[in-house]
């Protein structure tokens, strides 16, 4: 047998160097993606915490100077006033709770008020609103109006089954409702978590339906039968009544069974027609609901089972692909360099004859 000498064949340098380049770029484009998962921050659609309201929560009705009622209103709460210390009309009118006339329950529930004010008007909006919210359907969070706004007709609060959902109207000026008008909620809102503050003063037509608790900087009118499901809480003026039903706005923890039934006040006077006027309105970005399949399906609360559902958590829904997607560009890297090795090997085996 003949010998032949030993003749290492040349590296090539060139294609070594590239695949090494490579799988380091696949391997640290893998292990970004997995850092930015686990840092991603929470979603800004996480759930708003209700406003706390304090020992202003008891009250139905709560003035800043004076406040007054004319007919049988009934209200299913306290009645206070301060600083001023006028409260007329009770009776004809009915207090079921206390009655607070510039004492220093009413002094604290003031003060609870103006903390309450301030927290809803320092929130950050998910949108903004203008002119009219008659015909909306809105989602939870906060919603902000530089202005005025008005309702004509219906406004729908949809909290998509989520019976810890909270809605936050930060109105700049003044709120202006209808005759007849109403807010609608469907999904399992509770009238517990709506409120409305607003700069200025608030205004609710005759014969509507409202829900949530107005704080108001000024003063807050409630015309002739309308129905609140709710609080007026006024913090330097008067609170306006005349044939009024104030109750409780309250919440059910447990969540509900069909999440796609409304629920609505509804007044035990008699309504009239939504006026005819046109009114304009906008909403950015949009909000109206697009379902048309009678809403979502019910969800277990306890385990995120998809995008909408684990941005419901606080967590990006984006975390399940960047996961997935940094899980396997790693794969991809260690198999380069597994392939690198094995190539950078063959090219350097000597060979005998």
């Not at 709460?77 to 004492?103: C, E, K, M, Q, R």
């Not at 909000?287 to 958590?313: H, I, W």
Request: proline residues 7%; glycine residues 12%.
């Amino acid at each position: 047998m003949n010998d032949f000498p030993i003749v290492p064949q040349p590296v090539d340098r060139f294609s070594y160097r590239r695949w090494t380049a490579v799988l380091g770029l696949v391997t640290v484009t893998g292990l970004l993606l997995l850092a930015a998962s686990l840092s991603t921050p929470p979603h800004a659609s996480a759930a708003e915490a209700p406003v706390g309201l304090g020992t202003a929560q008891t009250y139905a009705v709560l003035g800043g100077q004076t406040v007054t009622n004319t007919g049988p209103s009934v209200l299913f709460g306290d009645v206070g006033v301060s600083p001023g210390t006028a409260i007329t009309g009770f009776p004809p009118g009915n207090a079921l709770g206390v009655t607070h006339a510039g004492d220093t329950e009413a002094g604290g529930a003031q003060s609870d008020v103006t903390i309450a004010y301030n927290d809803a008007a320092g929130r950050a909006p998910i949108a903004s609103i203008a002119g009219d919210l008659g015909g909306l359907t809105l989602t939870p969070g906060v919603y902000n109006a530089s202005s005025s706004i008005g309702l004509t007709g219906t406004v729908t609060l949809d909290a998509q089954g989520d019976p810890a959902a909270v809605f936050v109207f930060q109105v700049g000026s003044t709120l202006t409702t209808a005759s007849a008008s109403s807010v609608s909620m469907i999904n399992g809102a509770q009238p517990c978590n709506v409120f409305w503050q607003i700069g200025s003063s608030a205004t609710l037509g005759t014969n509507s339906d409202f829900i949530g608790t107005i704080l108001a900087l000024t003063s807050i009118t409630v015309t002739t039968g309308t129905t609140v499901e709710g609080r007026a809480l006024a913090r330097n003026g008067q609170v306006s009544l005349d044939t009024n039903v104030f109750t409780e706005p309250g919440c059910d923890t447990t969540p509900p069974d069909d999440t796609t039934t409304t629920t609505t006040t509804t007044s035990s006077a008699s309504t009239t027609s939504p006026s005819s006027s046109t009114t304009t309105s906008s909403i950015i970005p949009v909000a109206t609901s697009l379902e048309t399949g009678g809403g979502p399906a019910p969800r277990n609360n306890n385990y995120p089972s998809g995008p909408d559902d684990l941005a419901s958590t606080g967590v990006s829904p984006l975390l399940p692909t960047l996961i997935g997607g940094g899980a396997l560009l790693f794969a991809v890297g260690g198999l380069l360099t597994a392939i690198a090795r094995d190539r950078k090997a063959s090219t350097t085996k000597p060979r005998t004859k």
